[in-house]
């Protein structure tokens, strides 16, 4: 996107701020991206990946009170997804006059559409991350050197070597003063961090083992069969769109669906656990269609993590039609018993109790505070901006992707794996992924038999 596109008062602005001299070391040292001019106050926002999850972001941050935000770009790789967002976002900003300009000009397709979309920002605007995560750490480095501010979702990595490139990363986005949120919004649940204080007072003692369950029917593209590829779709094509089935776009449904549980769990421990050892099974093979799955998840998951302190966390997860669904989390100390999650990712309200049965008479306290998770973490991130504080939740995310990816790695190779292990190994799912374009294969194609590679544990050393 050439400057034409751009709001030119803005950028003049920003140019006089600086007093016309836009050198990139000299930002870094003076924490530019933080700072907007006097004169003009409005953070431009594009969003990339405009999905389920992106259009709900994009929501998020014009409704937040902390700044004056404005939409202004959109990318995707697919054009009936983007219009599909454009819909709902244009009509959630007819609510909200002066938050939405996306003219047609700055709707931008293609694998390279990440870029002209960040280009129609300035130094300090904010762009949202909500692809499929293999592409995170692509439009990450392309967001730091166009000095932006980021929101980008979990996972943010889905195997060791491009966490170690994410690490680097979010050390590189730190150095340049950017602020970075990244969607755990547990983190940004009230109940949540009012519970984590309470832990740390001691109200359940010490803590001894935590249980997180992610168990339900199938959801999202957690299952995926060659009848849902349609005609002339490219294997490329079929997998972005049906992400969740694929470890080299999503980390599978172990990385994407668990990582809530896994990180808020780590989170009231205080700390990462340094290995774990899982099982995991493949019960159906044949879809109700009569056709084969195709997807790489198995369809559950049981996990034992260690901490450095001998500390266990057990996490289960299952995708399985009318099974029991069992969604939540538990900790458990000397003296007692928290709920951090009471259903799905992290709802509330948040409670501890005396001893290690959840009833309401051993109720010590439970949390009230009623606020949207995915509204505060917006907030966060903005009041960071304005207030050009410290705020980079991206080394947490790559600790809470790697560890999540480290249970399905697990499960996967039937073998026990450390940090060490999956931070030092490998295997990256999808080297090139930067270099995709819409004629690309994809970084899994089918083998001999017509399916793509499945994990099989014992047998292969790798995950597929
Ligand atoms: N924090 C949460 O509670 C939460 C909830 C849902 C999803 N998410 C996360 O958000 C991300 C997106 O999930 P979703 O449910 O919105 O999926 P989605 O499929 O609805 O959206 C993804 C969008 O990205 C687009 N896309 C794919 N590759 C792209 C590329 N290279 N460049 C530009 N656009 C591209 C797709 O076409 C699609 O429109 C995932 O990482 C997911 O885990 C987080």
């Known amino acids: 996107m050439s400057d034409e596109t751009t709001p030119k008062t803005s950028r003049r602005s920003f140019l006089q701020a600086t007093s016309g001299v836009v050198a990139g070391a000299a930002m870094t040292k003076l924490n530019i991206p933080g700072f907007h001019s006097s004169n003009d106050d409005t953070i431009q926002v594009a969003l990339v990946g405009c999905g389920g999850r992106g259009s709900g972001a994009a929501v998020n941050a014009m409704a937040t009170k902390a700044g004056n935000l404005k939409l202004v770009a959109m990318a995707d790789v697919f054009a009936d997804r983007q219009k599909d ?16 300009d996306v003219p047609k000009e700055r709707m931008f397709l293609g694998f390279d559409a990440y870029k002209k979309a960040m280009d129609c920002l300035r130094p300090g605007d904010i762009v949202i991350l909500t ?5 995170r750490w692509v439009h990450f480095t392309y967001a730091i050197s166009k000095k932006l501010n980021v929101f980008m979702e979990k996972p943010v990595t889905t195997d060791g070597p491009t966490s170690k490139r994410m690490l680097k990363l979010a050390d590189e986005a730190k150095a340049a003063g950017l602020k970075v949120g990244v969607g755990l919004m547990s983190r940004h649940s009230v109940g949540m961090q009012e ?27 957690s299952e995926s069969t060659f009848s849902m590829k349609k005609d002339g779709m490219s294997h490329l094509e079929f997998q972005i769109r049906r992400f969740h089935s694929f470890l080299w776009c999503s980390g599978g449904c172990f990385n994407d669906f668990n990582i809530h549980l896994i990180d808020q769990m780590c989170w009231m421990k205080d700390a990462w656990p340094t290995k774990v050892y899982a099982t995991g099974g493949r019960h159906y093979k044949i879809s109700p269609d009569n056709t084969p799955f195709v997807d790489q998840n198995l369809d559950t998951y049981g996990c034992e993590y260690t901490f450095a302190d001998g500390t266990k966390m057990f996490f289960d997860g299952r995708i399985i039609q009318d099974a029991q669904t069992i969604y939540s989390s538990h900790i458990h ?10 259903s799905g990712d992290c709802g509330g309200p948040q409670a501890t109790f005396s001893g290690h049965n959840e009833n309401k008479d051993r109720q010590i306290w439970a949390s009230t505070d009623r606020s949207n ?10 009041k960071a901006i304005k207030d050009n504080k ?75």
């Open 85 to 100: 967002s454009y819909d709902a976002v244009s009509a959630e900003g007819k609510k909200m006059p002066g938050k939405f």
């Open 131 to 135: 692809t499929p995560p293999a592409f």
């Open 195 to 221: 519970l984590y204080q309470r832990i740390r007072n001691g109200e359940i003692g010490d803590v001894t083992f935590m249980r997180g369950y992610r168990m339900h029917g199938p959801a999202a593209s």
């Open 333 to 342: 100390g000397t003296k007692g018993v928290a709920i951090a999650s009471r």
């Open 373 to 382: 998770p995915y509204q505060n973490e917006w907030e966060a991130l903005v």
């Open 390 to 464: 410290p705020h980079n939740e991206v080394q947490r995310g790559v600790m809470a992707s790697l560890v999540s990816s480290m249970g399905r790695m697990a499960a996967h190779t039937g073998q026990e794996v450390s940090v060490d292990d999956i931070l030092n190994g490998d295997h990256e799912f999808a080297p090139n992924v930067d270099k995709l374009t819409y004629e690309s294969d994809a970084p899994v194609m089918p083998g001999a038999d017509g399916l793509y590679p499945m994990p099989e544990p014992g047998k292969k050393t790798r995950e597929y």
